[in-house]
């Protein structure tokens, strides 16, 4: 280099040592400055410019319009340029005049020149590729002023030593230059507008940092706004920012998909090059070293494909990092090294603390835009496998779907995806965890030579032990999950049941059951807890230990080993870096091997079977037929058995076909065949044009009424309105609180069973399609409304009747109109035919027939008298009619009867009513609607929302919440942790002082004395902090699992006797979120987070006091930098609060809607809507995100804040540590500087806690909440239970009784009085609304009398407690609900019946067969809500379970609507023959099952319109004659 710089007048040396460091007055050599200075920045930009050029090819935004400010930038370049090229032309004008300059004058003026030409160029190709702020360049001239400063002074200097400026061309020249680089530099910090032909943001809250500048990136300046505006209000959900385009779901999902479509191809050309039946020649054979495994598509490799490159840049940051994590131990060094030397020149000191400052902060900018980087790659890594699992779950095989239940899907979107995003930012661990490791010893070994060999194998001892303890918490953590799966899908069942519980009083034993599995959960929680402890340990004393035994073989090894205070410190400082490491990297191993299994979990489910979209040929087909199956042989999996087999079935364009047949004969599964749900083995099914379905089970969204109706199409009011009256919804909607608008509950809970049916129907009326597929949709509904809903919709009068429907059904009375009926037996076609065709035929169906109608000619006969008595329209007859029409729309019969007389009599009572009356009266039209419990009164909100929005809590938590937590933990727990925190610091610092005071001992001849003293002191006071470590540790455990056990109690406890109106209007995912997410928060977030909270906040007070001990200065800054750090605490943690409650909010939807995806997922498929249900859950992922991706940022925010503060206080004690060094000694610089490198992490550590604290605590306050509801009246009220054998007679009086169904709503039952006698069998009828329902709820007190009172056996109900009540009731409810367990579980959960009991009380409820031939018998598991048996056999286990009940009143709901007429008369007749001395109160939809009661109530809106028998009611012709006429009874 000294050549470079030539001799003579202008020639200098390169570098001299005398100048530059030992002097006062530091300057550097004009040669350095001329070369290496000047060039630094240029080699900075030429390095930087490939990757940034590569950066810039592939990110386009659109060209910016050339603006003033780049004009101006670039005019700055050129001057630039130009003053080189003067620079160099000058020394080329002096080699022409004679005195030669050195080379170096050549050679830097042409390197910068050309430099800046770049970097004026580099200023267009950004502008014209949308770069609004350049990074690059703002560090590259933020270089080229800092190295002009030096030559700046240098400059000014000489020219004030000399007298006169030397050169004064080179001089100007140099001046201007640097004027110029500095307005260069203050321009590249203002940011370009937006590109131009950029899409027009129409976002109306786009995310700013889109268009920060790159300094607002670096210090995420950009969310300074938001944080503001957090604390001033709290948050809400039209604050948070749009999502940037590279962030959402339709982007990231549709990369993932393809690289995963990419690997199942791979996979499978794999598996077609590996298969066998290729003959491989031998030679190949041994090539190939046998045959390959056939390879399973990757997801991982997909992940990595997809989500790559994000870590690929975090990666460069993370090195950076590392690197410079190990500057600042050096500078200490040096720092002690200045303190020790009383010579050295005083700006050394001030040198050394302004690096440190300088590197600190680097290094916290460059942490920061790793964790940045990383987290969001994390959250995309979330959004895309959730997108991938929805749209996998849209199209897997039912065989799947019955493998696992829905709860099982939905953990593997909400646990799984979640954890590989929890995983992801610790990925960059398993090498900079190794590299940090090596790069320590490395310096240590430069300290203390072979020694620290001792500390680093105690290190790697520690690091199985901490292995084995992840391990086993890791395997604890399975278990415990296991137990916690199966109390949530126990929970959720139960909230499901929640009313039969109650009907049955079966909620003690699933009290027991849940609390069962809760005290195995928390003896596994109390485990894992002390393992925690262990952990905690060795993480706090390991550094402590370490340096104790590495400084006592260093001492003990030789004995002129000196301990100076340089030595120590700074290997405390480099141990402090090692325990991070060590510590993480078992964690990170355990946590990889829990990602792992998710990671198979997610695969295996996504390589699980799909529906063959080709199951159902849709494009070819027999002309004139819309359906055919060619000999079909059909399964619902690969391994059972066929359900329907050699099905031969055409149904012609516009026919309507009924499926008839006996329970379980596959006449759904016939359906499903037809809608390509079940696997095909053979044959071949056709379907032409667009499907509409509906399923016997309705499945609702819970969505508006008008949203379920029109579902995804769009709003034509005609039609709507057309279908809303066919499917006789119009009345409902009147009763509804919001008409059309009404939000409809979860799985449809604010419908009655036939009001969810209606609407499933009117949904497919709605879609308009080709081919109507209806199973079974009349049966949940009331025979009145089946008759009208057939005729306005089914039949050949009907809106549908052009099209093309398959309606399997089990009323007799509508198969005359049908075009032809096939007969289904035991899955397979036993016979097909036109109505009369298959009477003739006198098979199997003739004889079904014959038992079941009545005789054809009476009916004929009648339906003519009829029609001769409507001419005559005799007064009486009128009468009769605008009776009937009171409670029935229309007089349709349930026979099968004439068209032509049909119509004429339609005609003259349409006449009737156009007219306006008939014989002078009115006839009043009422519309029916469908017999069920009106819960929709109830929801007697306005807008019609049943559902209340979930509170988001706003603002601070409270205290109380607090203060609640540690009356659960126990008082006296929680002053112990603290005080034993406090201890440990003490003794920590104790430890530190001792070993400061050691250093600075005197030597003696080389030598220092007492060195055992020094060690056992030192030994005591660390293992003292330990022990302390574990007693806080362990104290903590035993607190929060109490806390834990109390809290869940209390909640569960509440929960089984809220009343069921609070079940009504909650939906079941928000109590069960209480009990999943917000029981887990408590059971295993607080108390870590307690803990950390604790050991940052005693290591910051702690590192305070020992610089303020060691250099007393320090207390001035101490006050404006904690006023800064509250100001952004009170800042970050008021936003970040709200941001994780608005982000927990949102959660919750992506996983409800999921669920009901799974359940409705075949009617979502027979529509066609799989790609709109998938574009609806992107928008509630990106709905989430939009909160997750501001708390992401949140925390960076408050990190660089927070960490700057840190590094304030490592500059301010190394800078009054040099000021004041003459009275300091360098132990207690070493100490001082070292604890305030360590503070930054602490300071951060202790804001974040504080607020994970607050959004953690959150869960108290919710689980708070649900424990404080109303409950209902007492289970048992000791003073006064009915005597034992209550009641005895079975006789039940209702005494002017009156009930609502909540507060503020009207009455449902108004002054009802009647008396029913012991063993009477009375029928209860009426339209719906009547209060059919309320009236048995009523009587099990599920609904509180408003006045009056109901009376068994003289006594008032109310009086006893309501088990006492429940258990000597019996009722067979209208949905029967089983739960999964064995079916004596479910048939007797106390266990109180005899074997031989359940078994009769099966062959009594005709079940006997199917549970004997089970291999299980008794044990036989039902899956949850019974779904293995058909909903007959459910309803026949209900039957059992009142068998077994022998109680003397038994209530029957609605029970016969789902089944077919032969269940129904096995029913029948067991209720006649066992409980013949009973009390039976039965709500009827079919008048047959009551004509041979005792007597027969009408109700008729809450009040009772006849009571007679009904001999003598038809013979009254009220109200019950019309019905009863209606259904050809009478």
Not at 152 to 179: C, N, Q, W
Not at 478 to 492: A, C, G, N, Y
Request: proline letters at 5%.
């Amino acid at each position: 280099m000294d050549a470079l710089c030539g001799s003579g007048e202008f020639g200098s040396k390169f570098w001299d040592a005398n100048l530059s460091l030992h002097t006062d007055t530091p300057d550097l050599t004009p040669c350095f400055q001329n070369s290496l200075l000047a060039w630094v920045p240029c080699i900075y930009l030429w390095a930087a410019l490939p990757c940034y050029l590569f950066y810039l090819r592939h990110h386009h935004q659109g060209y910016i319009v050339l603006s003033t400010l780049s004009r101006l930038k670039t005019v700055l370049g050129v001057l630039l340029w130009c003053v080189s090229w003067a620079d160099l032309f000058y020394s080329f004008h002096g080699l022409v005049h004679g005195w030669a300059p050195a080379p170096v004058f050549f050679v830097t003026p042409l390197v910068v020149g050309v430099t800046m030409l770049l970097a004026t160029l580099l200023i267009q190709y950004e502008r014209l590729q949308g770069v609004q702020s350049s990074g690059v360049l703002i560090i590259f001239w933020f270089l080229c002023v800092v190295c002009a400063i030096i030559p700046f002074r240098s400059k000014i200097l000489s020219a004030m030593v000399e007298g006169k400026i030397l050169d004064p061309f080179r001089f100007t020249t140099f001046y201007i230059y640097f004027a110029l680089v500095f307005f260069a530099l203050i321009l590249s910090c203002f940011r370009e507008k937006p590109p131009f032909f950029s899409p027009k943001n129409v976002d109306p809250n786009p995310c700013p940092e889109t268009d920060a500048g790159f300094l607002s990136r670096l210090s995420f300046w950009w969310f300074t706004k938001l944080a503001i505006l957090g604390y001033r209000r709290p948050l809400e959900d039209q604050d948070l920012w749009s999502l940037n385009k590279e962030n959402r779901s339709e982007l990231v999902v549709q990369r993932l998909l393809e690289a995963w479509k990419k690997q199942q191809k791979q996979a499978a050309q794999h598996k077609a090059a590996a298969a066998p039946g290729k003959t491989v020649s031998g030679e190949d054979e041994e090539l190939l070293g046998g045959r390959p495994r056939p390879r399973e598509p990757s997801f991982l490799q997909a992940l990595l494909v997809t989500f790559g490159p994000g870590f690929i840049i975090s990666t460069c940051f993370m090195l950076i990092q590392d690197l410079l994590a190990f500057v600042n131990p050096q500078l200490l060094s040096i720092l002690i090294r200045f303190i020790s030397n009383p010579t050295a020149p005083t700006w050394w000191g001030f040198l050394v603390a302004g690096l440190m400052f300088v590197c600190s902060v680097m290094q916290t900018l460059i942490l920061h835009q790793y964790y940045h980087c990383i987290f969001v790659t994390g959250l995309r890594l979330r959004t895309g496998i959730i997108g991938v699992i929805y749209r996998k779950a849209l199209v897997i095989t039912n065989s799947v779907k019955r493998e696992s239940t829905v709860g099982e899907l939905v953990n593997l979107m909400s646990v799984d995806a979640q954890r590989i995003m929890d995983v992801a930012p610790f990925l960059n661990m398993l090498w900079s965890g190794p590299l940090q490791i090596i790069l320590a010893i490395y310096f240590l070994w430069q300290k203390l030579g072979p020694s620290i060999l001792a500390g680093v194998a105690l290190m790697v001892l520690l690091i199985p032990i901490n292995g084995v303890v992840a391990m086993k918490m890791r395997t604890l953590q399975v278990e415990q999950m296991k137990f916690k799966d199966s109390r949530i899908k126990l929970m959720s069942e139960i909230l499901g049941g929640i009313k039969v519980l109650k009907l049955y009083a079966w909620e003690p034993s699933f009290l027991q059951q849940v609390e069962g599995i809760r005290h195995s959960e928390l003896r596994l929680l109390r485990q894992a807890a002390y393992l925690h402890a262990i952990s905690i340990f060795t993480w706090i004393c390991t550094p402590f230990l370490v340096t104790l035994i590495t400084l006592w073989v260093y001492v003990s090894v030789d004995p002129n080993n000196v301990l100076d205070a340089e030595r120590a410190f700074v290997s405390v400082s480099l141990f402090n870096i090692l325990k991070n490491p060590l510590s993480m990297l078992p964690q990170i191993i355990s946590g990889l091997t829990q990602t792992s299994v998710s990671l198979k979990r997610i695969q295996h489910f996504l390589t699980q079977d799909e529906l063959d979209p080709q199951c159902v040929e849709r494009n070819t087909i027999t002309p004139g037929y819309a359906v055919t199956i060619d000999n079909g042989t059909f399964t619902w999996a690969q391994d059972l058995p066929p359900t329907l087999h050699s099905i031969d079935i055409q149904v012609p364009k516009g026919a309507l076909v009924a499926v008839v047949g006996p329970v379980g004969c596959g006449k759904s599964s016939l359906v499903s065949a037809l809608l390509g749900e079940m696997e095909k083995l053979e044959g071949q099914v056709y379907v032409k044009g667009s499907v509409a379905y509906v399923p016997q089970q309705a499945w609702i969204q819970n969505c508006t009424l008008q949203e379920n109706v029109l579902f995804g199409q769009a709003l034509d009011p005609k039609r709507y309105q057309r279908t809303l009256e066919a499917c006789a919804l119009l009345a409902d909607l009147e009763v509804l609180p919001g008409g059309d608008k009404t939000e409809i509950g979860e799985k449809g809970i604010n419908l009655s069973g036939g009001q969810r049916q209606r609407v499933s129907l009117a949904r497919a009326v709605y879609s308009d399609a080709d081919i109507y597929l209806l199973d079974d949709p009349l049966s949940a509904v009331d025979s009145h409304v089946a008759k009208h809903i057939f005729d306005k919709v089914i039949g050949p009068e009907g809106v549908l009747a052009s099209k093309t429907r398959v309606l399997v059904t089990h009323g007799i009375s509508f198969l005359p109109q049908t075009d032809f009926v096939v007969v289904l037996a035991d899955g397979q076609v036993s016979e097909v035919g036109t109505y009369p065709a298959l009477l003739q035929r006198n098979g199997s169906f003739a004889n079904f027939l014959h038992n079941y109608a009545p005789d054809e000619g009476e009916e004929h006969q009648e339906e003519n008298s009829r029609t001769a008595a409507l001419e005559e329209a005799d007064d009486e007859e009128v009468l009769l009619i605008e009776d009937t029409l009171s409670s029935h729309t229309d007089l349709m019969d349930n026979e099968p009867v004439l068209y032509e007389v049909q119509k004429q009599f339609m005609r003259q009572l349409s006449t009737m009513s156009s007219e306006g009356e008939g014989q002078g009266r009115p006839v009043p039209r009422r519309r029916l609607a469908p017999a069920e419990k009106l819960v929709q009164a109830a929801e007697a909100k306005a807008n019609g929302t049943l559902i209340e929005e979930e509170k988001v809590e706003m603002g601070k938590v409270k205290l109380s919440v607090f203060w609640d937590y540690a009356r659960a933990v126990g008082l006296c727990t929680t002053l112990v942790i603290c005080l034993l925190y406090a201890g440990q610091s003490a003794a920590a610092i104790g430890a530190n002082m001792w070993l400061s005071a050691w250093t600075n001992e005197a030597t003696v001849a080389g030598r220092q004395n007492s060195t055992a003293q020094r060690l056992g002191v030192y030994a005591t006071l660390g293992i003292l902090q330990g022990v302390l470590v574990v007693l806080s540790s362990i104290m903590m455990v035993v607190g929060c699992v109490r806390a834990a056990r109390l809290l869940h109690q209390a909640l569960l406890h509440n929960k089984m006797r809220s009343p069921q109106s609070f079940f009504d209007t909650t939906p079941s995912g928000r109590i069960l979120n209480r009990f999943s997410k917000d029981i887990c928060v408590i059971d295993e977030a607080l108390a870590p987070t307690i803990l950390m909270l604790l050991s940052s906040f005693y290591t910051s007070i702690s590192t305070l006091v020992v610089i303020v001990a060691s250099t007393p200065l320090f207390a001035v800054v101490i006050l404006p930098l904690a006023v800064i750090y509250i100001s952004v605490q009170r800042f970050y943690v008021a936003t970040s609060r709200q941001l994780k409650r608005l982000e927990s909010v949102s959660r919750s939807p992506i996983y409800s809607h999921f669920s009901e995806t799974v359940t409705g997922s075949s009617v979502i498929r027979a529509y066609g809507r799989s790609q709109a249900f998938e574009a609806i859950s992107d928008a509630k992922v990106d709905t989430n995100q939009r909160s997750c991706y501001p708390n992401i940022s949140s925390n960076r925010w408050l990190g660089v804040r927070v960490e700057f503060m840190g590094n304030c206080v490592v500059f301010f004690a190394a800078l009054f540590a040099v000021i004041g060094r003459s009275s300091l000694s360098p132990g207690l610089v070493g100490l001082s500087v070292s604890y305030a490198l360590q503070v930054t992490f602490s300071l951060n550590w202790m804001i974040r806690m504080l607020s994970d604290l607050e959004s953690n605590i959150v869960a108290v306050e919710r689980v708070k909440e649900y424990s404080k509801t109303e409950t209902e009246a007492p289970w048992v009220v000791e003073g006064s239970r009915p005597p034992a054998g209550w009641p005895t007679q079975g006789e039940v009086e209702f005494r002017n009784y009156s009930v609502r169904y909540r507060p503020g709503l009207d009455l449902v039952l108004k002054d009802l009085s009647l008396r029913v006698r012991g063993g009477e069998k009375v029928g209860i009828v009426g339209r719906t609304g009547a209060g059919k329902s309320s009236m048995t709820l009523s009587l099990f007190r599920l609904l509180e009398a408003a006045e009056g009172e109901i009376r068994i056996d003289g006594l008032n109900v109310a009086d006893i407690g309501l088990h006492d009540l429940r258990s000597q009731l019996t009722i067979i409810p209208q949905d029967p609900i089983l739960f999964s367990g064995t079916l004596r579980m479910n048939l007797d959960p106390f266990g109180s019946s005899s074997e031989e009991d359940i078994w009769r009380a099966l062959e009594l409820s005709h079940l006997h067969t199917f549970v004997s031939s089970q291999p299980a018998g008794l044990d036989f598991l039902c899956s949850e809500g019974g779904e293995n048996l058909s909903v007959g056999q459910r309803q026949l286990v209900c039957l059992a379970r009142a068998l077994l009940r022998k109680s003397r009143i038994l209530v029957l709901d609605e029970a016969t609507a789902a089944i077919d007429l032969e269940t129904d008369d096995l029913i029948q007749a067991t209720i006649r023959t066992q409980f013949e001395s009973c009390t039976v109160l039965t709500i009827a939809h079919r008048l047959n099952t009551i004509m041979d009661y005792t007597r027969v109530l009408v109700l008729d809106k809450g009040t009772v319109a006849e009571f007679d028998s009904p001999t003598n009611l038809i013979a009254a012709r009220g109200i019950f004659y019309g019905m009863a006429r209606d259904a050809g009874l009478a």
